[in-house]
């Protein structure tokens, strides 16, 4: 599973031509369910998001996470976070997860990160959408259940 985590002056997702999910300030998580990925995998990396101090205190550091901050949540199903680019012009969606795997995946995630008491909206499951976002900062991380970089030595491509 794999997530890109915005900090967010506001964000918003529009499909067929209604919004139909906004926040103001907050984090903005475009989430991309891979094959192999677990409940688990769902689990921690929403309490990652949710705990991750991205945004300011009064002296100016990163200090606070959303809720400290007052923020809210939106959280966006993604499938080509999960496309390999590694060979050729053309990406490969073999990675990703099934769609109704996904979408029982992702509906996990979201509920873990509502369980923490955040106020989370979301996109539309496999629809096209439009979404739009001011980046605060600009302040962007990827979290990936798979635990971080290739090992030294294991050639990326």
Not at 1 to 9: A, D, I, K
Not at 64 to 71: I, P, Q, R, S, Y
Not at 88 to 109: K, N, Q, T
Not at 111 to 130: K, N
Request: aromatic share 4%; proline share 4%; with cysteine.
């Amino acid at each position: 599973m794999r997530v890109v985590l915005q900090r967010v002056r506001e964000a918003s997702v529009q499909t067929g031509g209604e919004v139909v999910s906004r926040i103001g300030p907050g984090l903005c998580l475009l989430v991309g369910v891979e094959k192999g990925d677990a409940e688990a995998d769902a689990d921690r990396l929403a309490r990652k998001a949710a705990s991750l101090r991205v945004f300011s205190d009064a002296e100016g550091r990163m200090n606070l996470d959303v809720a400290e901050a007052g923020g809210a949540i939106l959280a966006v199903s993604q499938f080509t976070l999960a496309a390999s680019v590694r060979k050729g012009r053309r990406p490969s969606f073999d990675g990703a997860e099934e769609p109704a795997r996904a979408a029982a995946l992702f509906d996990r995630f979201v509920a873990a990160l509502r369980s923490t008491g955040l106020e989370v909206s979301t996109g539309v499951f496999q629809a096209e959408m439009l979404v739009r976002l001011v980046n605060d900062g600009p302040v962007t991380f990827v979290l990936d259940s798979a635990g971080g970089p290739a090992p030294a030595g294991k050639p990326l491509s």
